[in-house]
């Protein structure tokens, strides 16, 4: 498979416009982190890349449709992290993980060798080995994201798109997590992901998608768009950068 393409997808609802006509591309091999103030359209824009309708433009996988894929086959290829997770029951950690196996027919009780290295290793890879027995009644909010983390790495989907993954992440944890998703895009899976942390978006994106009112409005990589224009513009703060170092001076208008 080849890039995830989406071509003039749109969103709207009870007569507004969610998400204007947009385009973009992820390559396998690259991280890129989607950066926008809360309502700009962000977790539509994610929504619509994974469960794409005809009726709001075009999103392919490689020459093929995403919408024409089942829901199995989609799950294979596309692993979705979505910003709200519930869970209906208490359920083992090293269960909820094993969930990622599911698209490759791997199931709760009956795994591969394969599956249970592979599931072992995200458990691993997301420091939650001594949860892994632990019913997720029991956990932390910062426990529960790196489960779900955990999950979505033992897919080994060729993208993983996650919303808001660090949000209840303490700072080494954040930037553990992050690396975990720079070390998958480097391994050869395409990364999407939405961030509120602008300096964790400046070091981990090889690229920057910036939204604003349901549109998108920059497309590079950190060094071109991460401006003071455009922070100003985007979340209407004032900043200063310097060599990389963002720092919020306060908002741009009263």
């Known amino acids: 498979m080849s890039d995830l393409t989406a071509k003039n997808l749109t969103v709207?609802?009870?007569?507004?416009?969610?998400?204007?006509?947009?385009?973009?591309?992820?390559?396998?091999?690259?991280?890129?982190?989607?950066?926008?103030?809360?309502?700009?359209?962000?977790?539509?824009l994610l929504r619509s890349l994974v469960q794409p309708s005809v009726k709001n433009g075009c999103v392919q996988l490689g020459d093929r449709k995403v919408s024409d894929f089942s829901a199995t086959e989609r799950a294979r290829h596309i692993?979705?992290?979505?910003?709200t997770r519930p869970l209906a029951w208490p359920n083992r950690v090293r269960d909820i993980?094993?969930?990622?196996?599911?698209p490759h027919g791997g199931k709760t009780g009956k795994l591969s060798e394969t599956d249970s290295v592979i599931i072992e290793k995200a458990i691993a890879d997301c420091s939650i080995s001594h949860l892994a027995d632990r019913t997720v009644d029991t956990l932390s909010g910062g426990e529960l994201a790196r489960m779900h983390c955990a999950r979505v790495f033992a897919t080994q989907a060729d993208f993983i798109i996650a919303d808001e993954p660090v949000a209840a992440l303490?700072?080494?944890?954040?930037?553990?997590?992050?690396?975990l998703f720079q070390t998958y895009a480097k391994a050869g899976g395409g990364v999407l992901v939405v961030l509120h942390d602008i300096q964790l978006a400046a070091?981990?994106?090889?690229?920057?998608?910036?939204?604003?009112?349901?549109?998108?409005?920059?497309?590079?990589?950190?060094?071109?768009t991460l401006t003071q224009e455009l922070?100003?513009?985007?979340f209407q703060v004032n900043a200063k950068i310097d060599q990389g170092q963002i720092d919020i001076l306060g908002p741009a208008i009263e």
């Not at 992820?26 to 950066?35: C, F, P, Q, R, W």
């Not at 993980?97 to 599911?102: E, F, H």
């Open 12 to 44: 709207a609802r009870s007569g507004k416009t969610l998400l204007h006509p947009t385009d973009l591309s992820l390559s396998k091999g690259e991280l890129v982190v989607l950066l926008g103030p809360n309502g700009s359209g962000k977790t539509t």
């Open 79 to 83: 692993a979705y992290l979505p910003q």
């Open 97 to 102: 993980v094993a969930l990622g196996r599911l």
């Open 170 to 179: 303490d700072p080494l944890h954040q930037y553990k997590v992050m690396q």
């Open 203 to 224: 070091r981990f994106a090889d690229r920057l998608l910036w939204m604003k009112d349901g549109c998108l409005i920059a497309n590079g990589p950190p060094s071109e």
């Open 231 to 234: 922070l100003k513009n985007v």
